[in-house]
């Protein structure tokens, strides 16, 4: 058999490869499957063919990255970083549509309800804020989130700069969207008095997803802050000050960064986000 | 690349999954053969650094995997299929093998994606590569996973139930495909399938309710059964075990059941047999 000596075949482009014109996609997936032409080729030619249709054919397989991996790889971010922080379950589409739409009317009802004494109750937006992020920081890593976990967990890719990593731009992301819905809502959030709390209940539930499950992580954190406005609440205290004043964002910030270390100290001496027994 | 597990235990709550293992596995195929909930998993995660032993020490190449850094290294040296490959739902074949091969330190692009096609090549799945994996049968995916344990040329490779939803052209390609790569490293596979380990196993290891009753070479696990394995009429109440074969005869595992019973070569199915039928016949004795 000599196909390639069919001119209407996709090999006739071989005159491209030998004038130095880059050569059809087409060509070369042919030239990987026929026997012939790849010796055909193989004997005009005086390359290694299989190293350079192998790279051709990879390149031609491999995807397209993410707009989120570019903006990474811009940051000059670890290939294997950026790809971790991108396969985050958190930062999928789906989730950061939901987690849109949450805060958005969260903002819009804390500007139609909002109008009168700001000061003495709970703005929306503040108060779901640290809700919404403290949900997707429990999401972002783990066995029971991440289906490549096992995989993930036995190359030698640090899971502590992992975690991190994920949980970072989990937050800013998250951020970013609460700083735009604060400052288009005008409310007292503009000022970014939600980012301490919001880290606070964040890393809270990381802490306690990472010892036991993201929903326990969820719901660990959302107690504790709603528990904690309740309690302003009811002393009769006004809401803006009492939790989004200077002691309180002081507390706030002590707490994250505690929780903050306790948890890179249990990931890097391995006793959270253990696997659950096989078959269970 | 040798493998040292010494007085290896495993708990899960209350719950005993690996008791006092004491294991030295060579360069060659090594198959863990047992039953369901035998521990060959939870041992398969410890070899992998996935899970961490209650007790007890495991040096891969001789690093101790009870440090950071010999884990650390154990894993730029190993390969490891899971019982379950996981996937975003969003990946292709290729993402995901890229993805392993990225976490597995192959920096070079060129030469990873080159190494990505081989090893996606090597369980045949070329024509899929740019499909996504959540539209591949459970078979192909296996193929996903075993591509991805092999893309970075690992010194131990580690298979948990790798032939599992394999159609039999495959099993087979899988078993020349092992072999070959097992003449310069370190392969263990667990299965419950005896004829896996017949087909390709240099060593066995036998584990039951998470303790070792055998390890040799096939052979040696073949020759337990010498002399135990009859073609009968009858079964009497001091056999093991018993089955009636295809061809209608009753064959017995244990003591020679009637003076008319003829004698048979034992297979490795019948060793393996006797040998979890024992333990499990002396269990309930205490």
């Known amino acids: 058999m000599s196909c390639h000596l069919d001119p209407s075949h996709p090999l006739a482009s071989l005159r491209q490869i030998q004038t130095g014109v880059v050569p059809a996609p087409q060509v070369l997936e042919h030239l990987a499957r026929c026997a012939d032409c790849e010796q055909f080729v193989a004997q005009e030619l005086p390359v290694d063919l299989d190293r350079v249709f192998g790279g051709v054919l990879a390149e031609l397989h491999a995807p397209r990255t993410t707009l989120l991996e570019r903006v990474l790889d811009r940051l000059r971010l670890p290939v294997w970083l950026a790809r971790s922080v991108t396969a985050a379950p958190a930062l999928q589409g789906s989730w950061l549509a939901c987690s849109v739409v949450v805060i958005s009317l969260a903002a819009l009802a804390g500007t139609l309800h909002g109008r009168g004494d700001v000061g003495a109750s709970v703005p929306p937006l503040l108060l779901l804020a640290p809700c919404v992020v403290a949900a997707a920081v429990a999401f972002c890593y783990g066995p029971r989130v991440d289906p490549l976990f096992e995989l993930t967990q036995v190359t030698p890719a640090s899971r502590t700069v992992a975690l991190l990593a994920r949980m970072g731009a989990v937050m800013a992301v998250n951020s970013v969207v609460i700083a735009v819905a604060s400052g288009l809502s005008g409310g007292p959030g503009a000022a970014l008095a939600w980012f301490p709390s919001m880290a606070a209940v964040s890393l809270l539930s990381a802490v306690v997803a990472a010892r036991t499950r993201p929903v326990v992580g969820v719901g660990a954190g959302l107690v504790i802050w709603v528990s904690t406005v309740l309690a302003v609440s009811s002393a009769g205290l006004r809401a803006t000050s009492a939790l989004w004043g200077a002691p309180a964002q002081l507390c706030y910030g002590v707490a994250a960064l505690g929780l903050g270390v306790l948890l890179v100290h249990w990931i890097r001496h391995e006793r959270v986000f253990l696997l659950p027994q096989a078959g269970l | 690349m040798r493998v040292v597990v010494e007085n290896l235990s495993r708990s899960f709550g209350s719950s005993k999954v690996l008791r006092d293992l ?247 199915e019948d060793a393996y047999l006797l040998v979890t039928n024992c333990a499990l016949a002396d269990a309930q004795l205490r």
């Open chain 2, 22 to 268: 004491e294991l030295t596995l060579e360069a060659g195929i090594t198959g863990i053969l047992g039953p369901n909930g035998a521990g060959k998993t939870t041992l398969l995660r410890i070899l992998s650094t996935a899970l961490a032993p209650s007790k007890g020490s495991v040096k891969v190449g001789g690093w101790d995997l009870s440090t950071p850094h010999g884990r650390t290294e154990a894993r730029r040296r190993l390969g490891y299929l899971p019982q379950e490959v996981g996937y975003y739902p969003r990946f292709t074949v290729f993402q995901l093998v890229d993805y392993i091969a990225v976490l597995k330190e192959l920096d070079d692009r060129a030469d990873r994606h080159r190494r990505v096609r081989a090893a996606i090549d090597a369980v045949g799945l070329s024509e899929v590569a740019r499909k996504r994996i959540k539209t591949l049968s459970g078979g192909m995916r296996r193929r996903v996973g075993i591509a991805q344990a092999i893309v970075a040329d690992p010194e131990l490779l580690l298979l948990d139930e790798p032939t599992g939803g394999l159609d039999p052209e495959q099993r087979m390609r899988f078993r020349r495909l092992i072999t070959s790569l097992a003449a310069d490293r370190t392969v263990v596979l667990s299965t419950h399938l005896v004829e896996d380990i017949a087909a390709v196993c240099t060593n066995v290891v036998v584990l039951w309710q998470g303790r070792v009753l055998f390890q040799g070479q096939p052979a040696q696990l073949r020759e337990r059964a010498a002399g135990m394995v009859w073609l009968a009429d009858t079964v009497p109440e001091s056999a093991l075990l018993s089955w009636r074969t295809e061809e209608g005869a009753l064959r017995v595992i244990g003591p020679r059941p009637t003076p008319s019973a003829v004698g048979i070569e034992p297979t490795l």
